[in-house]
């Protein structure tokens, strides 16, 4: 998987969220006690010494537990369940404990410790919001304390001498406080999914689902940055099999002529440059005719990635004995197979070419088979002959295709 692939999963997933919030409050824990140290510095005056000092010691063995329970944690850590309900549990406490020091200031300072209550529950909210990253939980678990607190606005300003109406405007005011930072917090989240997302998107626009290759979009952005490039050397290869997804992986190959052995050099290394960029995944390997190699030439272009057929040509493949033999015999005419491999034989020998190159004398022994045979419609020249009626005889079970097999896989 990518990274832009990981990324967008990771997204998706409850549980990296909450590792991801956890990692972070650990690294502001510091930030956390600091700002407990200052509120009850400059808020002990409304609610007291003693009080602010409790507070200020419940809190700060919450964090240190937190702190040291999660302290195995990283970012490539998958909680289970039962740590991520303590984890929760830990955040919950750790927001009813910094909230409670609301009900100390209100209690303790009458009106103005009302005030400094609502400011504090209404910053906490503010701060879950910030510190809660992707994670609805978590921040669920940070704002949904301190405005439980915020319920108790009306009965503390009747206490003091307010009226109901009071305390239920306030509370309101806190409603509205937590409503506003949920709507913030649900753009800014579906702006980050969105940013996280797009790299992954256009990755996707480039790539085949079924195979995981480039498609045809991220190769015509190939072919026009070439074209940009001033390149004018550009060889497409339209590569298409029936069923692709049903196949191996190691049949998937196709072949293409493409004339002389200097001709299919330069096919090759061009489709390999090309493939390289577009489909990564292609290997392009070049299969050439012995011809009258020495074993010594044979060996050399091997060992350069170059397949070479063992006998002299392809047509020495196609116009064997045996093929030679199953043509008939599908022809339901055995007993001329003999004399149209004589017939061959001497083509060759008037022609003083070689005992086993075929290809030689192809055209003649094509006239021959249709005329012995009496073949209709056998393919208008050697060529459609070959592969419409001699290719599919090469089949599984026969010493060619053993050969032809033995020549392209076992040296590729």
């Known amino acids: 998987m990518t990274a832009q692939a990981s990324a967008a999963a ?76 303590a984890f929760v549990a830990a955040m919950i406490v750790s927001n009813v404990a910094f909230a409670a020091f609301g009900i100390a200031e209100a209690v303790g300072a009458g ?16 701060n879950g919001a910030m510190v809660s990253g992707d994670s609805r939980v978590a921040l669920m678990a940070s704002i949904l304390p301190p405005f439980l607190f915020f319920l108790a606005m009306p009965a503390l300003v009747v206490k003091n001498g307010g009226t109901l109406e009071i305390g239920t405007a306030i509370l309101a005011g806190g409603a ?41 979009n991220a190769l015509q952005q190939h072919i026009a940055t070439l074209e940009a490039a001033g390149r004018d050397d550009v060889v497409v290869a339209a590569i298409g099999i029936d069923r692709f997804d049903q196949l191996p992986a190691r049949l998937a190959t196709k072949f293409f002529s493409s004339g002389s052995h200097s001709d299919t050099e330069k096919a090759r290394a061009t489709l390999a440059a090309l493939s390289a960029t577009v489909l990564p995944a292609m290997e392009v390997r070049r299969l050439i005719d012995r011809d009258d190699r020495s074993d010594a030439e044979v060996v050399a272009e091997r060992a350069r990635g170059t397949l070479v057929l063992t006998r002299r040509n392809l047509e020495s493949y196609l116009f064997n004995d045996e093929i030679i033999r199953l043509l008939c015999r599908d022809a339901a005419k055995s ?40 073949l209709t419609n056998p393919g208008n020249g050697a060529k459609a002959f070959m592969r419409d009626k001699l290719a599919p005889l090469v089949s599984p079970g026969t010493e060619t295709f053993k050969q032809l097999h033995e020549d392209i896989f076992e040296f590729a």
Do not use: H, M
């Open 10 to 85: 990771g997204i998706e997933d409850p549980g990296r969220k909450l590792v991801g919030v956890l990692v972070a409050r650990r690294q502001q824990i510091g930030v956390r006690l600091g700002l407990c140290f200052l509120i009850a510095l400059i808020f002990q005056s409304l609610s007291g010494i003693g009080p602010a000092l409790g507070w200020v010691a419940s809190y700060t063995f919450i964090q240190i537990a937190e702190q040291f329970l999660f302290r195995d944690v990283t970012t490539a850590t998958r909680l289970g369940t039962a740590r991520r309900i």
């Open 111 to 126: 009106t103005w410790g009302l005030l400094c209550a609502g400011l504090l529950w209404s910053g906490a909210i503010l």
């Open 176 to 216: 509205l406080n937590g409503v506003g930072v949920l709507a913030v917090w649900s753009a800014t989240r579906r702006l980050f999914v969105g940013a996280a997302r797009e790299p992954e998107t256009a990755r996707r626009a480039l790539i085949d689902p079924a195979t995981g290759l480039r498609n045809r």
């Open 335 to 374: 007993e001329v197979a003999d004399q149209i491999i004589s017939t061959r034989t001497q083509l060759i020998a008037s022609k003083g070419g070689n005992a086993d190159d075929f290809k030689y004398v192809a055209g003649e022994t094509y006239v021959a088979c249709k005329r012995l045979l009496q």
